[in-house]
């Protein structure tokens, strides 16, 4: 979903359209998105709020690259991603976010499966900041938890 109301953007659709079609679950951010087609966290945030605008609920794909990870920054990443994704949502809205961890390193033929104890880790931090969040209501968002 392009987060402009209309106009030339092949290959994307807008949240009007879909909101036309009855969809109610949009995917944003998903890493070969962020890849390919240089989608940016700002970028995704600005569908975030279009999704939202339109009634669509925004699942929210977060993760990092295996030299992210390797690095040690893993935890950064994921928190930057959601900051920035979820950065001006009103309260009364933050009850339609969804967010799915998926780490790029386990994506794909090449990918390592992520182990529980992986997914565990992540899954606390990822909650430990949805619970630090301002609005009391982002301790409703729903999560998916993928790993591999």
């Not at 979903?1 to 009855?22: D, N, R, V």
């Not at 994506?107 to 997914?119: C, F, K, N, P």
Request: charged share 30%.
């Amino acid at each position: 979903m392009h987060w402009e109301e209309w106009g030339p953007y092949t290959g994307e659709i807008s949240a009007p359209m879909l909101e036309e079609l009855g969809v109610d679950l949009v995917e944003l951010g998903h890493a070969e998105r962020r890849r390919y087609f240089n989608e940016t966290d700002e970028c995704v945030q600005r569908k975030v709020h279009t999704a939202l605008k339109h009634g669509i609920r925004p699942l929210v794909c977060i993760g990092e690259r295996l030299e992210e990870r390797e690095s040690g920054i893993e935890k950064d990443i994921i928190s930057r991603q959601l900051k920035v994704a979820f950065g001006g949502v009103a309260e009364k809205d933050a009850s339609m976010l969804m967010v799915a961890y998926e780490p790029v390193w386990a994506i794909g033929e090449q990918g390592t499966a992520a182990s529980v104890e992986d997914v565990r880790i992540m899954s606390a931090h990822i909650r430990g900041l949805l619970e630090k969040s301002s609005a009391p209501s982002h301790r409703r968002f729903s999560a998916l938890w993928r790993h591999g």
